[in-house]
């Protein structure tokens, strides 16, 4: 594995442009190679507020594991590269690739709900082989959710942000994830061995149900999500279409071992709804198209 080269002074290099992102573990910044014109995504740590020097310190340690985890998933194509890292007005920084597109979240938005086969297996198929190299390196991303979903123009989906990634079984002292789609083991300190890579398959579950019946699992951003709760009122369990109906309510099982214990089992089912190589684009697609992908490309599961 590569060394991450450590800049000093990020602005003697880079050209910090427009935010883009504003999330719980850092701002997004839009940024420009100053010698080359290369466009370029810069991870800040937030802003020092009122808090102790010593939070915003360890705020800055905790980009600086993000980093190191990227690290780990160098050379997945689906994953953006990390340049370096370094300093921007005492703020710790990464900076990675620039990954052109849209976020899935506002891809979906347009055309939820969505019902054909090809489309529904044509993003969680491509999640799906993402997340099989990510696992197979012993990381699990924690924070599957469309805002962390970058459409690129020609279909490919990449997944973003590392921040919550932690490494399979270790031991974590602080919840983590988004509310509506964190597993309900995320939602504690997990002891050893406790997270799995079944988290990020409930993760995914909630994607496949957020996409086509509009509605997050067990509550979702409504209420804390509680065992013995209805994974979905009866109305939206009606809605599931047939094809996905016991792949979505497998994956969303409240307990971690009655999930799918592998994204490629998830994958083997939805084998028989990807779109064939060749084949015509659905008539009512999303925009960018997820089926381009695999229209153009054989799956690699």
């Known amino acids: 594995m590569r060394e991450i ?86 703020r710790r920084c990464l900076i990675m690739e620039f990954v052109e597109g849209r976020q899935l979240h506002n891809v979906l938005r347009a055309a939820r709900p969505v019902k054909h086969p090809g489309i529904i297996a044509s993003v969680i198929g491509q999640l799906c082989e993402i997340l099989a190299e990510v696992h197979d390196r012993n990381l699990v991303h924690c924070d599957l959710k469309p805002e962390n979903v970058i459409v690129q123009p020609n279909g490919r989906l990449r997944l973003i942000d590392m921040g919550l990634a932690v490494v399979a079984g270790e031991e974590t002292d602080w919840a983590r994830g988004t509310r509506g789609w964190a597993s309900p083991e995320q939602s504690d300190a997990c002891p050893a061995g406790r997270l799995t890579r079944r988290a990020d398959i409930f993760g995914l579950g909630c994607i496949l149900l957020e996409m086509t019946v509009m509605r997050l699992p067990y509550g979702g951003l409504e209420e804390l999500a509680e065992a013995g709760t209805p994974v979905l009122p009866a109305d939206r369990l009606a809605q599931l279409p047939s094809e996905f109906a016991s792949l979505a309510l497998w994956m969303v099982r409240w307990e971690a071992a009655e999930r799918p214990a592998d994204v490629r089992e998830v994958f083997d089912r939805l084998r028989p709804y990807l779109p064939r190589l060749g084949s015509r684009r659905p008539p009512k697609r999303l925009r960018p198209d997820p089926t381009e992908y695999y229209r153009t490309h054989p799956p690699r599961l």
């Open 5 to 90: 080269e450590e800049i000093g002074d990020v602005e003697k290099r880079y050209e910090v442009l427009d935010m883009v992102g504003d999330g719980g573990q850092g701002d997004l910044f839009l940024g420009r190679d100053r010698s080359s014109g290369q466009k370029v995504a810069l991870k800040l740590q937030k802003a020092r507020d009122l808090g102790p020097e010593s939070a915003f310190r360890s705020a800055g340690m905790h980009l600086v594991k993000e980093g190191s985890h990227m690290m780990m998933l160098s050379g997945i194509q689906a994953i953006p590269e990390i340049i370096a890292m370094g300093t921007h007005r005492r």
